[in-house]
Structures are given as structure tokens and as C-alpha cells.
């Protein structure tokens, strides 16, 4: 497995890092025979210590946590915490989903792009229907199944995931609804 540990703008020790290294092998151990790669990074925010970790698994699954402490090893034992639970409580749904998968998830490239908000308040016409572009960056979409997407989705924490269904190949989303229910876009599926 392949660690990568780092601080933004604050120095961390070898000391650290061998105790990040240690810890998350545990707690990964214990959910997820193929783990393929873990980020952590330190911060400091307000006088607090602010850390954050994504764990990739072979599955396609990525699990993040986010913690905060006055104390860089408490704010990590947190984030930690986190971390365990969460694949704690997927475990089950983990094990049913890729008892049968030999290899990991494909992964297909794509581009994200972050566009610029108008902020409404110009009441003139804008020059070009072309939104700006103010970042660029390179995304994954994974090859798996729905139910497997409507967890990664939740793992992360994020709003709406784009897949490739492992079922009929097509690009699909998977988001959550205002009502707290999960939709999902399937355009192959049209008639």
C-alpha cells in the first residue's frame, strides 16, 4: 500500500508519519484485504489541527475522513476514528458487492472543470454563453454497479456520483434528493 503523508504549510515528523502509517494499516486491515492507496494531510486552522485522509480500495470505493483537535496525534486518532467506522459499516455491504471480483475497479479518465458562479447581480446580458473556467483538473470514473455507486457516494460524502454501469456499460449518476432519497440517471435506459 502506498502512503502519502503530508502537512500544508507545517512541518511533519518522521515520528508522525510512522504513527499514521501504523495506525490507518490497522484499521484498514481489518475491512479491506487490498487496499491500494492512502492521502493523509495535516493543516492548521484557527489554532486547531485539521486532518484529512482518503483511503482508495481496490473495489473502487474511496473512504475520507475529516477531524480536527488542538493536538496534531489527536486530531489523526479522530480522523482515525472516522475512518473505522465508516468502513466498519460497510463492511458487510463491501464483502456482498466484491466476493466475486477478481480485479480491482476499472477506472476511466475524464476532466472536471470548476466554473465560475454568476453572482446575479450583473442585470446586463453576458458577452458569451460560454461559462469561465477557473480550475481544471483530472477525475476517475469507475466501472461498477449501482449499488456499489450509491456507496461510494455515501462513503464520500458527496451530493452525486458519475459511474460507468458495470450492467450495460453506459455512463450513469447516482445523487441524493432534497426528500433524502437517492436518484439515479440511467440514459440507456430510455425507450
Known amino acids: 500500500m502506498r502512503y502519502q503523508i503530508s502537512g500544508k504549510q507545517i512541518d511533519i515528523g518522521e515520528a508522525l508519519q510512522t504513527h499514521v502509517k501504523k495506525e490507518l494499516s490497522e ?13 493523509v494531510v495535516f493543516s492548521k486552522s484557527a489554532g486547531e489541527y485539521v486532518c484529512e485522509s482518503t483511503v482508495h480500495l481496490s473495489t473502487g470505493l474511496t473512504g475520507q475522513a475529516k477531524a480536527h483537535s488542538h493536538e496534531i496525534y489527536s486530531a489523526f486518532d479522530k480522523c482515525g476514528e472516522k475512518m473505522d467506522k465508516q468502513l466498519r459499516r460497510y463492511k458487510r455491504r463491501l464483502k456482498d458487492h466484491h466476493k466475486d471480483r477478481q480485479q480491482p475497479v476499472a477506472l476511466s479518465d475524464a476532466s472536471a472543470y470548476i466554473l465560475a458562479a454568476s453572482d446575479g447581480s450583473d442585470e446586463a446580458e453576458p458577452e458569451s454563453l460560454q461559462p469561465m473556467i477557473i480550475a481544471e483538473m483530472e477525475a476517475k470514473i469507475p466501472s ?10 455515501e462513503l464520500a460524502g458527496a451530493p452525486a456520483l458519475v459511474f460507468r454501469n458495470e450492467g450495460n456499460d453506459g455512463i450513469n449518476v447516482v445523487y441524493r434528493r432534497e426528500d433524502g432519497n437517492i436518484g439515479w440517471v440511467d440514459p440507456t435506459n430510455v425507450e
Open 27 to 39: 484499521i484498514i486491515g481489518k475491512y479491506a484485504q487490498r487496499p491500494t492507496d492512502a492521502v
Open 144 to 153: 461498477i454497479s449501482v449499488g456499489e455507486a450509491v456507496m461510494q457516494m
